[in-house]
């Protein structure tokens, strides 16, 4: 079956995103060009960052405990690149992670703490072309974001003692879901690519080349601009849109 055809809410009517990944650095590879558009244009946007990516990097002599520090504060330089300033880690393992309950209730305490009237989730079914996008924390993070737009977000029984704390329920009409099989949705992000390719180049500590990293990055990018009829030299970001209202 073919994805919907997408009706985004316009940008005139979001005043706040929220961008929900499994990992530093996830939100760099797979979106950050979308974001630079957003933040251009002022729309204030918020990173929730699932696990603090212990089991990235390339180099043995580096503790995993030491890498955690590491990467938060690889991700946060990586936001303000591209013009985020809110980043909030939630700090699960990685490699574990899980469809929780306790990791549903965070994630609908911080859809009720930011009120974004758009999400971008990642996607929570595996993509078997492109089996390297379905890491299985991926695939739980975006499922668990899914669960918390809809239903826990938006109904007050949910997670009562969020309501007791004074966060009122949120409905976010607006989700994006990145690195799914299916996408009904490109952006041209031609203007704010270099930003994303800094912003993905600032995890150091997970580049062993980045010169051959920032070639494989911008041949992929320029083949789904490509395949979405833009010009030539033009870099695109792909998404299913789906209403959640």
Same mark, same amino acid.
């Given at each position: 079956?073919?994805?919907?055809?997408?009706?985004?809410?316009?940008?005139? !009517?979001?005043?706040? $995103?929220?961008?929900?990944?499994?990992?530093? !650095? !996830?939100?760099?590879?797979?979106?950050?060009?979308?974001?630079?558009?957003?933040?251009? /244009?002022?729309?204030?946007?918020?990173?929730? *960052?699932?696990?603090?990516? +212990?089991?990235?990097? %390339?180099?043995?002599?580096?503790? =995993?405990? !030491?890498?955690?520090?590491?990467?938060?504060?690889?991700?946060?330089?990586?936001?303000?690149?591209?013009?985020?300033?809110? $980043? =909030? %880690?939630?700090?699960?393992?990685?490699?574990?992670?899980?469809?929780? =309950?306790?990791?549903?209730?965070?994630?609908?305490?911080?859809?009720?703490?930011?009120?974004? +009237?758009? /999400? *971008? $989730? +990642?996607?929570? #079914?595996?993509?078997?072309?492109?089996?390297?996008?379905?890491?299985?924390?991926?695939?739980? /993070?975006?499922?668990?974001?899914?669960?918390?737009?809809?239903?826990?977000?938006?109904?007050? %029984?949910? %997670?009562? #003692?969020?309501?007791?704390?004074?966060?009122?329920?949120?409905?976010?009409?607006?989700?994006?879901?990145?690195? @799914?099989? #299916?996408?009904? @949705? $490109?952006?041209?992000?031609? /203007?704010?690519?270099? =930003?994303?390719?800094?912003?993905?180049?600032?995890?150091?500590? +997970?580049?062993?080349d980045p010169v051959s990293l920032e070639s494989r990055v911008r041949t992929s990018f320029g083949a789904w601009a490509v395949e979405a009829g833009l010009a030539e030299g033009s870099f695109a970001e792909a998404y299913l849109v789906v209403p959640t209202a």
């Amino acid at each position: 079956m073919s994805p919907p055809t997408p009706r985004p809410l316009p940008d005139r !009517d979001v005043e706040r $995103v929220l961008v929900v990944s499994a990992h530093p !650095d !996830d939100v760099d590879f797979g979106v950050a060009g979308t974001v630079a558009g957003w933040t251009d /244009a002022g729309i204030e946007v918020t990173y929730c *960052v699932v696990t603090d990516g +212990q089991a990235g990097g %390339f180099d043995p002599a580096v503790s =995993r405990a !030491d890498l955690a520090g590491i990467r938060r504060a690889e991700q946060t330089t990586a936001a303000a690149i591209v013009g985020v300033s809110d $980043v =909030r %880690f939630l700090g699960y393992v990685d490699g574990e992670l899980t469809v929780s =309950r306790e990791l549903v209730e965070q994630l609908t305490r911080v859809i009720r703490e930011v009120r974004p +009237q758009r /999400a *971008v $989730v +990642q996607s929570p #079914d595996r993509d078997y072309s492109r089996i390297f996008r379905s890491h299985p924390d991926h695939l739980a /993070a975006g499922e668990a974001a899914l669960q918390a737009i809809y239903p826990a977000a938006r109904n007050p %029984f949910a %997670f009562p #003692d969020l309501l007791a704390a004074g966060l009122e329920p949120w409905t976010v009409p607006d989700t994006w879901i990145s690195g @799914h099989p #299916d996408t009904n @949705h $490109v952006m041209d992000v031609t /203007a704010g690519f270099d =930003r994303k390719m800094r912003a993905i180049l600032a995890h150091v500590s +997970q580049h062993a080349d980045p010169v051959s990293l920032e070639s494989r990055v911008r041949t992929s990018f320029g083949a789904w601009a490509v395949e979405a009829g833009l010009a030539e030299g033009s870099f695109a970001e792909a998404y299913l849109v789906v209403p959640t209202a």
